[in-house]
């Protein structure tokens, strides 16, 4: 087993890789591919800018994982801000 393939393991975003990522990014402790990482900061920038939970025809380009873990991060904040 390569060194890369360990790694991908950390990778919650999705089970399968075709490529591998090579290098991993960390999003609030979450070890992530770094398409899944971009992903992440769009969304969260989406529903900053919206102020609220984006449509589907903008949710259906994000990740089931991607949009649970913005979600759970937002709610976070707005729990500590109240
Ligand atoms: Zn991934």
Wanted: glycine letters at 4%; a positive charge.
């Amino acid at each position: 087993m390569s060194v890369y393939q360990d790694k991908a393991k950390e990778c919650k975003c999705c089970g399968k890789h075709v490529p591998l990522p090579v290098r991993l990014k960390e999003f609030n402790g979450i070890k992530v591919c770094p398409t899944t990482f971009d992903n992440m900061l769009e969304y969260r920038r989406i529903w900053n800018e919206m102020g609220k939970r984006p449509p589907g025809n903008i949710r259906k380009h994000f990740s089931d994982y991607v949009q649970k873990t913005i979600e759970l991060e937002i709610s976070k904040n707005i729990n500590v801000s109240d």
